[in-house]
């Protein structure tokens, strides 16, 4: 394991903005992440964890402390019963482990195809699209605990999943290192074919699609959003949805139906409202295709903000905060982002 300075971020994130980590170290296996964590905690370096940096919005001055890529690697697989169980290191490619559950044959992932990043960046904001997130698979979730220097195997239900939230990213984040996670799949399960896009792609077939037509369907879809990673193509140098659907009590919503009566919603457990905050980013003004210098919001996805091509990350966080501020003034809702901020002092 070799601590190196001065590594450029940017080129190891999605977005391709911000500046370097003053300490950087690639970890491949269990015994490199307990050095690296002890390392920085001798030397009172802050510890950033980096999977596949495609949730990050990384500061100019990048990071000052230690940045610790995860690179663990394997896939394996045992039977549970009826349920398959696939073990997947933290720093394996997310969607090649679902072309592998799919390839098996095995239900339960197969929406969540194309998604970029790694396995061990799933469980942090519970991972979801087209009708599935990883929460309704995930069996546990082996971490390093940073607090006691050893590995602790966290259970489904000791994890916190919620709408893009989990104790990772929560009460207990930078806590937890993670190292593997245990999907629990359905072998010769089917499809689940319930979002609108989905339903629409496959309409008008005979047969029911597999669950190979069905990765391929999310990916086709993917990609006409620009939600799939495809070089050369800005539209997808991003960081995914940049800003998480509000979800409201059914008094804010109907103040916010007041305003906005044609907004998308949906019904969410406990009697809330989740409402779709491209909807809101779109009625303010900031349309697909809209261009402010290198930033902008993409042809193909109103809620995706890009870099177009030399952007730094204060560009970023001043387009962010005059759509924040535009949707709070004509709607009164308060966006959130989704991606991580990394290095910024006030944010
Ligand atoms: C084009 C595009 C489309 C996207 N589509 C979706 C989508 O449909 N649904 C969705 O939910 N997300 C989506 N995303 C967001 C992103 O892909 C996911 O959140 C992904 O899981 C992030 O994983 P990562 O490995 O890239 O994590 P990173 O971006 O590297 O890190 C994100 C956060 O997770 C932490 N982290 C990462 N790995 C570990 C680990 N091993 N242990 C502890 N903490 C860790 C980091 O410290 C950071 O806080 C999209 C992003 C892009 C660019």
């Not at 290198?294 to 995706?304: D, E, K, T």
Request: net charge neutral; with cysteine; hydrophobic share 40%.
């Amino acid at each position: 394991m070799q601590i190196q300075q001065h590594v450029p971020l940017a080129p190891l994130t999605t977005f391709k903005v911000g500046g370097p980590a003053r300490y950087f170290v690639e970890a491949r296996s269990e015994e490199d992440v307990r050095a690296a964590v002890a390392e920085a905690q001798t030397r009172g370096w802050p510890l950033f964890v980096l999977g596949g940096g495609s949730n990050l919005v990384i500061s100019d001055a990048g990071w000052p402390g230690l940045v610790l890529k995860i690179a663990l690697t394997g896939i394996s697989e045992r039977r549970d019963g009826p349920r398959m169980l696939f073990d997947g290191a933290a720093g394996e490619d997310w969607d090649g482990f679902v072309a592998h559950a799919v390839a098996r044959d095995c239900a339960g992932i197969e929406c969540l195809s194309g998604i970029p990043g790694t396995v061990g960046g799933t469980p942090v904001q519970n991972v979801g699209a087209y009708g599935q997130e990883v929460s309704e698979t995930i069996v546990s979730v082996r971490v390093l605990d940073t607090a006691s220097g050893e590995p602790r195997e966290l259970e489904n239900a000791g994890s916190g999943f919620a709408y893009r939230s989990s104790v990772f990213n929560t009460r207990e984040r930078g806590r937890y290192i993670v190292l593997r996670v245990t999907f629990a799949l359905v072998p010769g399960g089917a499809p689940r074919i319930e979002y609108a896009d989905l339903k629409r792609y496959f309409a008008g077939r005979s047969h029911p699609p597999t669950l190979a037509e069905t990765r391929e369907a999310v990916r086709a879809i993917r990609l006409s959003k620009a939600m799939l990673i495809v070089p050369g193509d800005d539209d997808c140098r991003s960081a995914g949805s940049f800003f998480k659907n509000p979800v409201l009590t059914c008094e804010e919503f109907e103040r916010l139906q007041a305003r906005a009566a044609a907004i998308p919603s949906f019904p969410v457990p406990d009697g809330m409202v989740k409402v779709a905050a491209a909807w809101l980013v779109e009625q303010a003004g900031f349309t697909k295709g809209f261009t402010h210098g290198p930033v902008g919001i993409s042809r193909r996805h109103a809620l995706a903000m890009v870099n177009r091509g030399g952007a730094t990350a204060a560009n970023i966080v001043s387009l962010k905060d005059e759509i924040q501020k535009r949707v709070l003034d004509q709607f009164g809702i308060e966006l959130r982002p989704e991606p991580v901020f990394v290095g910024f002092d006030q944010l």
